[in-house]
């Protein structure tokens, strides 16, 4: 029969995605309920998972089947009546009761907007968010024409955990058999697969963004004097030019995204294994 390698080559994407989630889904299923606007369901669940200790908690990868309730921002403007941490209405809080996988499919795919800056753009409903205590995880590249890391960010605990908040959700979305709707390249998954063993290639960026490894490669069309006066702008010392391409390579793939890519692996691996 076919072992893991060969069943990665022959199988579609859907096909690969059930796989996962039988896998992820053979020691059972928990069920977890978030209540959350539309425009805010990242933010929203990620506030409650917050609160319930919900990733400190998990000692080994687990799939949870997601439960999620909506509700406006007119009966948000209750939510001092309501109860984050359990789950339960205090008090007059209405809540949209959908039933079967189409609000867990909404909610995946409005979580997933809610983390990009297109999404935040659109507000999920066509309005604006601009709350800059939820700023988007992932900012749409031009170059690379995918959504990646959004390297304005300072590290923070409350960013870091937003991110590892993100790829608990990431993996739980296989688990419900759902998609978060960002178009994320497949480099991003091959470091979070990867972990520390992650080796960075030109070949790699080449295939993410062409851009940029065009204009790393362009170094090489440098005099000597203009490449040494460009090390010295940029204090880097006397590297050669092969030196500059591999730092350059690797500072785009690991050092500038390092805290957020440990943060979403964690999180990841709580889901799926």
Same mark, same amino acid.
């Given at each position: 029969?076919?072992?893991?390698?060969?069943?990665?080559?022959?199988?579609?994407?859907?096909? !690969?995605?059930?796989?996962? /989630?039988?896998?992820?889904?053979?020691?059972?299923?928990?069920? $977890?309920?978030?209540?959350?606007?539309? !425009?805010?369901?990242?933010?929203?669940?990620?506030?409650?998972?917050?609160?319930?200790?919900?990733?400190?908690?998990l000692t080994s990868p687990s799939?949870?089947?997601?439960?999620?309730?909506? /509700?406006?921002?007119?009966?948000y403007s209750k939510s001092d009546?309501?109860?984050?941490?359990?789950?339960?209405?205090?008090?007059?809080?209405?809540? @949209?009761?959908? @039933?079967?996988?189409?609000?867990?499919? @909404?909610?995946?795919?409005?979580?997933?907007?809610?983390? +990009?800056?297109?999404?935040?753009?659109?507000?999920?409903?066509?309005?604006?968010?601009?709350?800059?205590?939820?700023?988007?995880?992932? #900012?749409?590249?031009?170059?690379?024409?995918?959504?990646?890391?959004?390297?304005?960010?300072?590290? +923070?605990?409350?960013?870091?955990?937003? /991110?590892?908040?993100?790829?608990?959700?990431?993996?739980?979305? $296989?688990?419900?058999?759902? +998609?978060?709707?960002?178009?994320?390249?497949?480099?991003?998954?091959? $470091?979070?697969?990867?972990?520390?063993?992650?080796?960075? #290639?030109?070949?790699?960026?080449?295939?993410?963004?062409?851009?940029?490894?065009?204009?790393?490669?362009? $170094?090489?069309?440098?005099?000597?004097?203009?490449?040494?006066? &460009?090390?010295? &702008?940029?204090?880097?010392?006397?590297?050669?030019?092969?030196? /500059?391409?591999?730092?350059?390579?690797?500072?785009?793939?690991?050092?500038?995204?390092?805290?957020?890519?440990?943060?979403?692996?964690?999180?990841?691996?709580?889901?799926?294994?």
């Amino acid at each position: 029969g076919f072992n893991e390698g060969h069943l990665a080559v022959c199988l579609n994407p859907g096909s !690969k995605a059930l796989m996962v /989630y039988l896998a992820a889904a053979g020691n059972g299923e928990r069920k $977890i309920t978030f209540q959350v606007r539309r !425009k805010c369901a990242f933010w929203d669940s990620f506030a409650q998972a917050q609160d319930r200790k919900l990733l400190d908690q998990l000692t080994s990868p687990s799939c949870f089947k997601v439960f999620p309730l909506f /509700y406006s921002d007119a009966e948000y403007s209750k939510s001092d009546h309501f109860n984050r941490s359990s789950g339960n209405d205090r008090g007059s809080v209405q809540v @949209e009761q959908g @039933e079967g996988h189409g609000p867990r499919k @909404e909610f995946f795919s409005l979580a997933g907007s809610s983390l +990009t800056d297109a999404g935040l753009q659109r507000g999920g409903q066509g309005e604006s968010s601009t709350n800059p205590n939820q700023p988007p995880l992932f #900012t749409f590249s031009r170059s690379a024409g995918k959504f990646w890391f959004n390297q304005s960010l300072q590290q +923070t605990s409350t960013l870091q955990a937003a /991110y590892k908040f993100a790829g608990w959700l990431m993996g739980q979305s $296989i688990c419900n058999r759902c +998609t978060m709707g960002m178009d994320l390249p497949k480099l991003l998954y091959q $470091i979070l697969l990867d972990g520390r063993k992650f080796q960075p #290639t030109m070949e790699m960026l080449e295939e993410f963004d062409p851009e940029i490894a065009k204009s790393i490669k362009n $170094i090489d069309k440098l005099g000597d004097s203009e490449f040494k006066a &460009m090390l010295s &702008m940029d204090g880097l010392g006397n590297l050669t030019k092969q030196e /500059y391409k591999r730092k350059s390579v690797e500072d785009i793939l690991v050092n500038n995204i390092a805290w957020q890519t440990k943060a979403l692996s964690e999180g990841f691996m709580r889901a799926v294994e």
